[in-house]
């Protein structure tokens, strides 16, 4: 090897040893600012984002709902909440999905999975849903989605079965939802509903992280029903409501209190329903109740 | 200047001259139409450029007449004679073209008032320094580009006619042909597009064999040297066996080799009785090909000179020994814009 | 016509000879992998995401022929005099054009055809993976008809591209043109329609009007023949739009190789 080679390894491989230093101060810096922004894309008006995606608006929607999917993976791999704000971001970049692919049904469910369950901005998501069933008029989802955010949030029975009969109506709208108003007055609350909602979701959901999510809820949402029956049935029993969910294993209606996946208390409330104190939210200072 | 027998004058008229000239508005103007022009297929025969020959009463000789439509746009004159034992296969009758920059409008003159006509049979060189309108001339006569004013005739059809590219096989000045190709591909175009018939392979490999190409058949013309791409051009051109040849500086960036291979074959060629056009500026080829040799200087014609009569020519006293006799008058031409001496000596002229 | 043809297989086998298929087939295997493999990234959508990928994929396979290779087919070919080789044959300025153009349509159609199968090999993949649950909308026809309108569409745009090299004298500049009629194509619709309803407070002025109605009449309108989002969502669009699509695109093909004859056999070639 003569000096000429030699000295161009020289320089390459400090070259190279330099840039590759770099790389992870460089990604932290970059993760910092991103923190701060869910993406730059939210400030661009929809029109705009979806005259500029030239014929590429499906990708430019894909890239868009993975960035995302990323933003709130990482605040729910960190526990964090997000703050109103962040929220607010969340549903533009949602509202810009849309508008660039308004068929596109993953944004939809992340808004009624998220918005909805996690940061009570219904009506926004609401308004989404609505626009998903006018671009996906096969899709019984939407109005389903719509139907169960009437009963189980608004406890609007009227509005709600109006939702759910349009669902109904659509070709793909499996067989156990037709009948689920039926079931609806059989079990007469919007636990049970909750739980086949979530059911459905889980089945139609195939990412690993995501069913992982929504089955830490269901799961907690079949403690509920099970302690609600129990509730129920020392009700109609012993004639008065029990004092906490201890009474329930005292008196023999429950072989053992199911715990919490989010580590709340349960508390049992006038009506009969069951509260917990973990709100089925993550907290941020809680330490999350393994599931698996 | 020569006066031998059978010699052939051409006049350029302009419509102005005919109208107000009326012994030659003969019919002949007519009959002599170019038959593929556009304008003449609608019926306006006074809007067409036309090449007639009409016969001297007083002796045998021919006068081409050279009708243009466009007023003032000519010159008058006797302007070059021509072997008239046989048709022109080329002529250009005061041709002029003058290119504009495309912003400043402004105009560099590229040919000015070009006269001159080859015969069949004839090999013709062009000469000049670089930037005289050698190569200017002969792509207005494949009709890539086209004239300002004048009118070019190849074959007796206007240039640029398919017809006309039948016979004429052209080598581009630095030829360029596709990099990704083999010379193969070239020649099977060629076939394709020339019509010719007869097994193209057997072809293929006899002109491969001629220009000394044979091992290179299946290599992509980017890996070719410049002279390899050269001599691989003019297999190209040569496919068909065209009857007249076009070429601009066959002989550049040639090895002495190959130079030698490349004259060997335009010689070939003339012996077979194809025309051949070419221009160049290494003289010593010219001198060795050329039945007729024109100087040009800035677009213009300066002289047409026989290698006999440059036998002839005296040199001037101050220019170098061993200097030829085409290129002191090239360099005198170039030099001054006009011969110095004037190429025959005293006892012969007029 | 055979001369046409004859333009058209040396123009054909100088483009393949440019490695462009090599490039193509790496790119396929590419896009391939990155459609099965992000598509699992998401939730429910899975075909829906596939399906965008492979037909952004076979888009951008068919814009690299009027993007690159109709500019170093045709500018460049001026630029260099490449062309005088094919000119000096007996070959009139007209057979050039359609020969060449002929030419980039073969190795269009060869592109996407090659990004069509890989594309199917990629959906048919995912579908193994990810089960038949999220391919219920899966519609092939659809497809079809999007692939092929996006040819049509490439094509059109290819005759423009064309066009521009005839009148234009520099390869830079008719790739800087190419860029422009790309954006303008896909990008009037939407400018007329916004215009047609414009929110309130928002004053058009007639010029303004005047002008894009215009630009929607003489540059090509690409963004009609982008069928991939409703192929994706497994939706067809009917027959009297594809009939419409078909008589536009090849009108407006035919109309601007017309145009660059017209201009072509009018130029000085240097």
Known sequence: MNKSTLLTLAVFILATTAYALTIPGLSQVRQERRAEQISYFVEVPPQLAKVGSLEFKGIVADYLMLEAMTFMGERIGQNRDLSAEEWQHLHRLLVKITSIDPAFWDPYVLAETMLVWQAGMMDEANELLLNAARHRPWDYRPFYFLGFNSFYFKKDVVGGAKYLRQAARKANCPDYLKSLAARLSLYGNETALGILFLEDLIRETSQEESRAYLAKRLEALRAIHILEKAVAEYGKTLQKKPAGVTDLVKQGFLEEIPPDPYGGDWVIMDNGRIYTTSELVEKKHRRPAQKK | MNMES????????????????????????????????????????????????????????????????????????????????????????????????????????????????????????????????????????????????????????????????????????????????????????????????????????????????????????????????????????????????????????????????????????????????????????????????????????????????????????????????????????????????????????? | MKKTLAVAIISFQEGLRQRVLYGILIFALFMMSAAVLLSGLFMRDIAKITIDFCLAAISIGGLLVPFFLAVNQLARDIERRTIFTLLCRAISRRQYILGKFSGLALLTVTIVAILSLSAALAIWTSNVIYGDYFFQNLNIQALAVAVGMSLLGVLMFTAVVVLWSCITTSSFLVTLLAIATYLIGHTTEDLVRFMASPPPGVEISPMVQHSVTAALYIFPNLAAFDLKLAAAHGLMISGGEILFLLTYGIGYTVAALCLAIFFFQRRDLT
């Open chain 2, 6 to 350: 059978g010699v052939d004058m051409v006049a350029i008229i302009s419509r102005r001259h005919l109208l107000t000239k009326p012994r030659l508005l003969t019919f002949l103007v007519m009959i002599q139409m170019l038959p593929q022009h556009p304008l003449a297929i609608l019926g306006l025969p006074w809007a067409v450029p036309a090449v007639m020959l009409v016969p001297d009463p007083f002796n045998d000789q021919q006068h081409i007449y050279v009708f243009h439509p466009l007023p003032d746009s000519l010159g008058e004159g006797v302007f070059f004679e021509a072997d008239m034992n046989s048709q022109p296969v080329i002529s250009f009758a005061g041709v002029g073209k003058a290119f504009q920059h495309d912003l400043t409008r402004k105009k560099a003159v590229a040919l000015h008032n070009l006269t001159f006509a080859v015969s069949a049979g004839e090999a013709f060189g062009i000469i000049g320094p670089n930037g005289a309108g050698k190569s200017t001339a002969l792509k207005i006569l494949m009709g890539f580009s086209r004239a300002d004013r004048g009118v070019v005739t190849v074959g007796g059809q206007g240039p640029g006619h398919a017809l006309g590219h039948q016979m004429i096989g052209y080598l581009p000045e630095n030829p360029c042909l596709y990099e990704n190709l083999t010379i193969t591909d070239h020649l099977r175009f060629a076939a394709r597009t020339t019509g010719f018939s007869g097994p193209v392979a057997p072809r293929i490999k006899e002109l491969l064999a001629l220009v000394g190409l044979s091992g290179e058949a299946r290599l992509p013309i980017r890996r070719f040297s410049k002279g390899m791409t050269q001599r691989a051009a003019l297999a190209y051109a040569l496919f068909h066996d065209p009857d007249l040849l076009v070429l601009d500086e066959p002989m550049s960036g040639l090895d002495p080799l190959g130079r030698q291979m490349v004259v060997d074959i335009i010689r070939q060629c003339h012996a077979r009785g194809k025309t051949i056009l070419f221009c160049s500026h290494i003289l010593t080829d010219v001198e060795r090909i050329c039945d007729r040799i024109a100087i040009m200087n800035r677009g213009e014609l300066q002289s047409i000179t026989t290698p006999k009569e440059l036998n002839n020519y005296v040199i001037a006293p101050e220019l170098p020994p061993g200097t030829t006799p085409l290129e002191a008058c090239f360099l005198e031409i170039v030099r001054d814009g006009k011969p110095a001496h004037r190429p025959y000596p005293a006892g012969e002229a007029a």
